[in-house]
């Protein structure tokens, strides 16, 4: 049984930085391309940021590019998610899954931007 679990949110003024971490456990995860997602109050859950297996081809939704990166450990089974240059609307919770959302969702970190 796959566990995931977020960590690295926090309450951050616009324009700050935060990373979140992810540990993958019960299972492998070097076969899938892995992702966030993030899900904001009365909004339904999107797609952020994936990372392939050889964490050298990465996506990214237009809304963050060019200021988060993802990558990824396939030693320590973890996912990062380095945010930078925060704004209000990256208000959210945010989940790492596989990018096919194939496993059971965590519980997921709090990241709160302030204007």
């Known amino acids: 049984q796959v566990q995931l679990v977020e960590s690295g949110g926090g309450l951050v003024q616009a324009g700050g930085s935060l990373r979140l971490s992810c540990v993958v456990s019960?299972?492998?995860?070097?076969?899938?391309?892995m992702a966030w997602f993030r899900q904001a109050p009365g909004k339904e859950r999107e797609f952020v940021a994936s990372?392939?297996?050889?964490?050298?081809?990465?996506d990214y939704a237009d809304s963050v590019k060019g200021r988060f990166t993802i990558s990824r450990d396939n030693h320590k089974n973890t996912v990062a998610l380095q945010m930078n240059s925060l704004r209000p609307e990256d208000t959210a919770v945010y989940y790492c899954?596989?990018?096919?959302?194939?496993?059971?969702w965590g519980q997921g970190t709090q990241v709160t931007v302030s204007s």
């Open positions: 019960g299972r492998t995860y070097n076969f899938y391309t």
């Open positions: 899954n596989t990018r096919s959302k194939a496993w059971a």
């Open positions: 990372v392939n297996v050889g964490g050298d081809s990465l």
